[in-house]
């Protein structure tokens, strides 16, 4: 339990929200609905959406190339008022968001009041970078003894945002508050699972004032995303999600004829965490068990492979084994649940089966047993295994898998390599009072985002960058005063 007594006040007003969305809300009320939307708690119906057709996205961009002049031309300052204005609108609409949040996205009420906090920064972080960066009169640059020499930044087109289910809100919104802030337009494409907060969210920028052609919803699966991706006339592509749609989507861009796009990617990760024998035990225990288990493991951030130091590893182990069945696992609506499901039959038939792979290896395996109330939800029971090394896991194990190794004091080195060598490189956290340690690791390990003495998953979005490199993402990161940046194209002056 995180936040859960301050939250008392939000679930009193629930009951207003759940009567509000209780019959299914249809997304494109004049459409004949192609998708239906189910909880992954239970299954019931909560929404319908219709999936754009190739017709749907051949005239989203034609509105959206078409429309981009003059977004650029409004400035970054006018910009940055409509990103503030969406997120009042954000806020006033709370209710709402944690309401389909929890539903469609399965998320507890702790992380669901997480997701819409962080949506609101990303908007205010960028409609104040929008500000900063995007002056009619620019920066001054040296030049030539009586020559001007200017350097404006400025839209490039008509970007594509492609975002995934695990921050339904947050990421969605950062992707496409992102290019809009510098001067795009955006064809905002959600995942399939999580359409319904998706289109509420647009609905909320289309009430702020931005106009409809700016930023467009266009919903569907993956088959949608390449159809937009493909199109010669989109200028690049900012995309959260799996390291193989990064390649699928970066081999579209690559192929098309017309301008050569920019493409910014945050895609997945193979996180560790190492312990050696100075951690403080407790500090520990929290903070492996939140890493690992908080919101049912479906954060690119979180941890799957934790290095406990020989020494101390059966000592360690046994507290987190405590605190690891003191979990709650149930319904999402329920303020006392910890674990929820994972999003859909999917994902849980992938991570059932790598667990069932793990035990079949002789592996020594901790569960939780799944109460009966989860039966109808994608639950998948939280679990603890014992492998040797960071290289017995071939991919990334998306939901609440924890893998325990061990290593000596003199094998550090060879831990912090084992972990570049997969190739990933998002989080890596370290619990030690030791400096040098802390020096040492930092220098040698790959990773985008560094953790010392803390959890590896409840980053300040917005202001402070997070992503990864290597197969995590292209680099650098969401968020931080290089983002928004990325989306403009530079454009210098020179007046004699
Ligand atoms: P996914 O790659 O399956 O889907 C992401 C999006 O891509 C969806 O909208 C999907 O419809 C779309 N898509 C699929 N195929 C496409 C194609 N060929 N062309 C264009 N678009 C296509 O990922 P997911 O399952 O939704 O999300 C989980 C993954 O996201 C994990 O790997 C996780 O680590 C990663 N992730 C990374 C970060 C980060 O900041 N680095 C944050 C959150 C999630």
């Not at 995942?191 to 266009?218: C, K, N, R």
């Not at 010392?452 to 980053?459: E, K, S, Y």
């Amino acid at each position: 339990p995180l936040v859960r007594e301050p939250l008392q006040a939000v679930l009193a007003e629930f009951d207003r929200v759940d009567s509000w969305i209780a019959e299914p809300t249809t997304l494109i009320a004049a459409a004949t609905p192609t998708r239906q939307v189910r909880a992954p708690s239970n299954g019931a119906l909560i929404g319908t959406c219709r999936d754009a057709t190739p017709d749907d996205v051949d005239a989203t961009i034609t509105a959206a190339v078409a429309a981009q002049p003059s977004w650029d031309a409004l400035g970054g300052a006018a910009r940055g008022d409509l990103l503030d204005r969406v997120a009042d609108l954000y806020e006033e609409n709370r209710d709402l968001f944690l309401s389909i949040c929890q539903r469609e996205a399965g998320k507890t009420l702790t992380d669901a009041v997480l997701e819409l906090r962080e949506a609101v920064d990303f908007l205010r972080y960028y409609a104040a970078e929008a500000r900063r960066l995007f002056t009619a009169e620019g920066e001054a640059l040296p030049g030539p003894t009586g020559e001007s020499n200017r350097l404006t930044l400025h839209g490039r087109g008509a970007f594509v945002a492609i975002s995934p289910w695990n921050f339904p809100l947050a990421i969605f919104t950062g992707l496409v508050a992102g290019p809009l802030a510098a001067g795009n337009t955006v064809l905002a494409k959600p995942a399939e699972q999580t359409p319904l907060i998706a289109g509420y969210a647009i609905d909320l920028f289309h009430q702020a004032g931005v106009p409809s052609e700016v930023v467009q919803f266009v919903p569907g699966d993956g088959k949608v995303g390449a159809l937009l991706t493909a199109d010669p006339r989109i200028a690049g592509a900012a995309f959260t999600g799996s390291t193989e749609t990064a390649r699928a989507i970066n081999r579209a861009l690559a192929g098309r004829d017309g301008p050569l796009a920019q493409f910014v990617a945050e895609t997945g990760g193979q996180n560790a965490m190492i312990v050696d024998s100075s951690a403080l035990p407790e500090q520990v225990t929290r903070d492996v068990v939140a890493s690992a288990f908080q919101s049912a493991g479906q954060r690119c951030s979180a941890l799957r492979v934790l290095y406990l130091q020989d020494d101390v590893a059966d000592a360690m182990l046994a507290m987190i084994r405590g605190a690891f069945e003191a979990l709650v696992i149930g319904d999402p609506a329920d303020l006392a649940t910890d674990v929820g499901p994972v999003i859909d039959g999917e994902a849980k038939a992938a991570l059932d089966s790598h667990i069932a792979a793990m035990k079949q290896t002789g592996r020594r395996v901790w569960q939780h047993d799944l109460p009966a109330g989860c039966a109808k939800g994608t639950f998948v029971t939280p679990t603890i295994i014992e492998i040797e090394s960071i290289a017995d896991l071939t991919r990334e194990n998306f939901g609440p898998v924890l893998h325990v190794a061990r290593f000596k004091a003199d094998e550090l080195d060879a831990v912090v390599d084992a972990i570049n060598a997969t190739g990933f490189g998002l989080t890596l956290g370290l619990h030690s009072r030791i400096d040098a340690t802390r020096r040492c690791v930092q220098a040698r390990s790959k990773v985008g985002n560094f953790y010392v003495n803390r959890n590896q998953i409840g980053a300040v979005v917005g202001s402070q960058p997070f992503g990864g490199e290597g197969l995590s993402g292209t680099g650098p990161k969401a968020g931080g005063p290089h983002y928004v940046a990325r989306f403009a194209t530079e454009r210098v002056t020179c007046i004699d």
